[in-house]
Nanobody, 128 residues
């Protein structure tokens, strides 16, 4: 299983970025993909997650209305469109995947327990 995240960068407050996560190695659609972020020394936190099987989505409260997660099943790619970015969105963003775990606990419970596979992070920096 491989997850490859890309699309991070430096943007001014109010700007937009789109992150991409290429997923390979999972068979079928019975898995969830999520975006997590971390600002050391804080713990990684769930930002947004999507079910590949039914396309249901979840969002962290502070990103609702600004971030949109979507999936292109033909390309095995999951996107995170981030609009109206704020300095507090600055973090290393990771995509992750899991099977056999419901979407909410995958997204918002301890990721070290819930996540099967992690991609490498991509840095998002939002300047004020």
């Amino acid at each position: 299983v491989q997850l490859q995240a890309s699309g991070g960068g430096l943007v001014q407050a109010g700007g937009s970025l789109r992150l991409s996560c290429d997923v390979s190695g999972y068979s079928g659609d019975a898995y969830n993909v999520g975006w997590f972020r971390q600002v050391p020394p804080k713990e990684r936190e769930g930002v947004s997650c999507i079910s590949r099987s039914d396309s249901s989505t979840l969002y962290k409260e502070s990103v609702k209305g600004r971030f949109t997660v979507s999936s292109d099943n033909a390309k095995n790619t999951v996107y995170l469109q981030m609009n109206n970015l704020k300095p507090e969105d600055t973090a290393v963003y990771y995509c992750a995947a899991t099977t056999g775990i419901a979407l909410r606990p995958f997204c918002f419970s301890d990721p070290d327990i819930m996540v099967d596979d992690w991609g490498k992070g991509t840095l998002v920096t939002v300047s004020s």
